[in-house]
Structure formats: structure tokens, C-alpha cells
């Protein structure tokens, strides 16, 4: 396992050399950064203890201009972790992709990142679901994929996704029409997802609107599941508010009510508590982030379970030491009471399921 580590390592470090190799060649057609983050993150869970685990991610990405309005996309990272004094050394890929603008439409071909966001927290009726949650983004969301981006007019375009899983080797299909209607910006998408052969294909429906309503801003978007026969309904407002020292408040609040399977696939990699096989869940979101100044901001973000009295809390504290260095502390804690009963009325009935601690630098370059 150790040498298959690390001929993976020796394969990256060539390809970067090979990419480095046409940069010169090519000179200014071609773009291309990257990133260092190294962090120290401590969790402990009642079911696993205390974990602390160490982290190096090296992300690369490069982009070639050629001819006739043609791009050609390229990036992963290379990832190392320490769990409990175990190594896990791996190779991320997340675009690879061929990208080229007609006149009357846009054509992307490969690996490429797909999400159908409306500036929400939580997103029920995304491409695919648990793309992004509370501003954080998931492998999920870098699809093989053959995309058509067709613009109508200036306020009105269509877009053609199908996508091929690299785990069940199963096609999706997406088609979402966007465009403005009274200074609402409004989608609808129809997606398609197709099971085994011996099942039913299953589909999903999605409705998405955003504006504003002086002095908030509204969304909201309202789904439908056909193999859970189910709906899910999300609304939400924001509200920012900028002094004249140049700080910046900004809160928003949502309210999604979902079905359980399905608010399990939107929530990503957050860890949150659930009622297994209650039909609906009904969750409370709510983000606040503070501008101090121009290189740091505070951010409180949570999320609330009313089914079961449940809340997950994260707290982000970042700092921009240079154009190109930042560092980056967040602590997060899954509360529950302790019977299932009296919400958190009282200190006396609240136990802390999960607790975790991280602090990271990051580098670009």
C-alpha cells in the first residue's frame, strides 16, 4: 500500500513538472496557481473519542487559452493526513475539463464543477445535492459531465447537464431555465437520475426565486422527490449593513423543511443530528458574519433541528496576513439534550455530542 502512496506522489510531482514544461513552451496562454494549507484540527465524539488529526493539502491548477475562444481547465490536490498516528496519503482531481464559447452557446466537456446555487445556506433542489452548505463546498460538486449553457437574452439562459457517477457508472440529466421576472431572479430545473435497470428512474423538480424587498433581501425554492413522493420548502432573507469605519454586518436566516433522506444528502459533510425515519425534518440556519477590517471577519453560523431539539454551532475567526497568507480558526459543537426532552430551556439538560477544533495557515501562490 506504502509504494502504491507513493508512485501516486511520484505521478503528481511528474505531471507537475510536465505542466510547468508547457508553461514555458506556451508562455502566455496559459495560467496557472495554487495553494498550501497545513491544520492541526482535535475532534472528540462520544462514539470515538479524542482525535487529533494533522493536515497538508496542496491544491494546483492551470488553465490553457488556445484558439477560436477555447479553455482548457486543469486542478487537484495532493492530500496527507494523520488520524491517530495512521497516514493517508491521496491524489484529489477536480477539473479537467475542455471548455468552448460559439456564439449562441457554451460548451463544457470533462470533470468541471456544477452547482445551481441561488445564494441560499442549504440548497434542496442543487444539481446534486450536498454540493454546498453553509458557504462551504464538497467533492460532490465536480461532475464528469457534458454541459450547454445556452443564453436566450440578456436576462434569460438555458441550461443541459447529463453527468456519468464514477462509483455506480449511473447517467443524470439536468435542465434548468433561468430568467427575471419582476426583479426576481427565477430558475426551474428538472433532473433526472437515473437507478439500476431494475428499478424506476427517479426525478427530481426544483423552483428557485431571489430578490430583494427593501432593506432584505428574499429567496426561497420549493422541490419535489418522486421517489420519496415528497416536497421540501426553503425560504430566507438577509440583511447587511455597512458603517462608516468601512465595518461590515451581514446576517441570513433560513428555514428549510425537508425529508429526511434528502436534508441527510444537502447537509454535505456537516455533522448534524437527524431523526432516523421521521418523513420530515425542520430545520432553523442562520449565519452572521462581522467585517473588522479589511483582512479579518468574524463568522457564526447554526443550524437548528426543531424535531429533536438539536443544534450544530461553528464559530470562524480569519485573518489576511498578506495578499497571499491567511490564517484561519473555527470550532464547532453538536449539542443535544440529554432525554430528548425540555429543548435547551435549561444548561442542566444539554450534552455535547461533538466537539471540534481547528486552526490552519494557508499560502498562495
Known amino acids: 500500500m506504502k509504494e502504491l502512496k507513493y508512485t501516486f506522489i511520484i505521478i503528481f510531482l511528474c505531471l507537475l513538472f510536465l505542466n510547468l ?10 495560467e496557472y496557481g495554487g495553494r498550501i494549507d497545513t491544520s492541526l484540527a482535535a475532534i472528540y465524539s462520544e462514539s470515538t473519542g479524542l482525535t487529533i488529526m494533522p493536515q497538508i493539502n496542496l491544491d494546483l491548477e492551470l488553465v490553457y487559452y488556445g484558439q477560436m475562444n477555447s479553455e482548457i481547465h486543469c486542478a487537484g490536490s495532493l492530500v496527507a493526513n494523520f488520524d491517530n498516528k495512521v497516514s493517508n496519503i491521496y491524489i484529489n482531481y477536480k477539473k479537467f475539463y475542455l471548455k468552448k464559447r460559439f456564439d449562441d452557446l457554451h460548451l463544457t466537456m470533462g470533470k ?3 452547482s445551481w446555487s441561488f445564494g441560499s445556506l442549504l440548497n434542496p433542489v442543487d444539481y ?28 434569460t439562459n438555458l441550461t443541459l447537464v447529463s453527468s456519468i457517477s464514477e462509483h455506480n457508472l449511473n447517467w443524470k440529466t439536468g435542465l434548468r431555465v433561468r430568467t427575471l421576472i419582476n426583479n426576481f431572479d427565477v430558475s426551474a430545473n428538472y433532473i433526472q437520475e437515473n437507478s439500476r435497470e431494475t428499478e424506476d428512474d427517479k426525478y427530481r423538480l426544483g423552483i428557485t426565486a431571489k430578490g430583494d424587498l427593501e432593506p432584505f433581501g428574499v429567496y426561497g425554492s420549493l422541490g419535489y422527490y418522486s421517489e420519496e413522493k415528497l416536497y421540501s420548502l426553503l425560504v430566507g432573507l438577509d440583511y447587511s449593513h455597512l458603517f462608516s469605519a468601512g465595518n461590515l454586518f451581514y446576517v441570513q436566516v433560513e428555514y428549510l423543511r425537508a425529508p429526511s433522506e434528502i436534508l441527510t444528502k444537502v447537509l454535505g459533510n456537516k455533522y448534524f443530528s437527524l431523526d432516523k425515519g421521521s418523513e420530515y425534518e425542520d430545520v432553523l440556519v442562520g449565519n452572521i458574519t462581522y467585517k473588522i477590517d479589511e483582512l479579518s471577519n468574524i463568522n457564526l453560523a447554526t443550524l437548528y433541528n ?14 489576511q496576513f498578506s495578499s497571499n497568507s491567511a490564517l484561519r480558526i473555527q470550532t464547532g459543537t453538536m449539542l443535544k439534550p440529554i432525554s430528548g426532552k425540555g429543548g435547551f430551556n435549561t444548561t442542566s439538560c444539554i450534552k455535547a455530542e461533538y466537539i471540534y477544533f481547528e486552526i490552519g495557515l494557508n499560502h498562495s501562490f
Open 112 to 114: 468541471q464543477p456544477i
Open 306 to 319: 426543531s424535531d429533536n431539539n438539536s443544534a450544530f454551532l461553528t464559530q470562524t475567526y480569519s485573518n
Open 128 to 155: 446534486t445535492l450536498g454540493s454546498a452548505a453553509l458557504k462551504e463546498e464538497y467533492n460532490v460538486k465536480y461532475q464528469n459531465a457534458i454541459e450547454i449553457f445556452h443564453p436566450i437574452n440578456w436576462n
Open 21 to 30: 514544461s508547457v508553461l514555458i513552451v506556451l508562455g502566455s496562454n496559459i
